[in-house]
């Protein structure tokens, strides 16, 4: 069981820059052993994979943040983060934060069963 918290999240103007972070609560697993994501759901839209890292701390990431976001974890503290710069009034949305399931590939965005309960991002221009 995985419980994870978002915090972070707030009001920016476009090409600025803001870091969000997600606390995580771990009991069968360590949280080093555990692949992580970030998500966004804008207005009307699906949610949608953004950034995952996994236990070696190798990313990935989707085409649209690519060279502006910056995902990271830091194994000590039980944390997840999610730099981002450059910010763009399309990257506005709920942000989650998110726990792989412990099977099949880290980059596989329909494999995480964990969630937090989100934090907002809203970018104006």
């Known amino acids: 069981q995985v419980q994870l918290v978002e915090s972070g999240g707030a009001s920016v103007l476009a090409g600025g820059s803001l870091r969000l972070s997600c606390a995580a609560s771990t009991s069968a697993y360590s949280f080093s052993t555990y692949c992580m994501a970030w998500f966004r759901q804008a207005p009307g839209k699906d949610r949608e994979g953004v950034a995952t890292?996994?236990?070696?701390?190798?990313?990935r990431y989707t085409d649209s943040v690519k060279g502006r976001f910056t995902i990271s974890r830091d194994n000590a503290r039980n944390t997840l983060y999610l730099q981002m710069n450059s910010l763009k009034p399309e990257d506005t949305g709920m942000y989650y934060c998110a726990a792989h399931g412990r099977g099949g590939y880290c980059h596989d965005y329909s494999a995480y069963a964990y969630w937090g309960q989100g934090t907002q991002v809203a970018v104006s221009s």
């Open positions: 890292i996994d236990s070696a701390r190798m990313t």
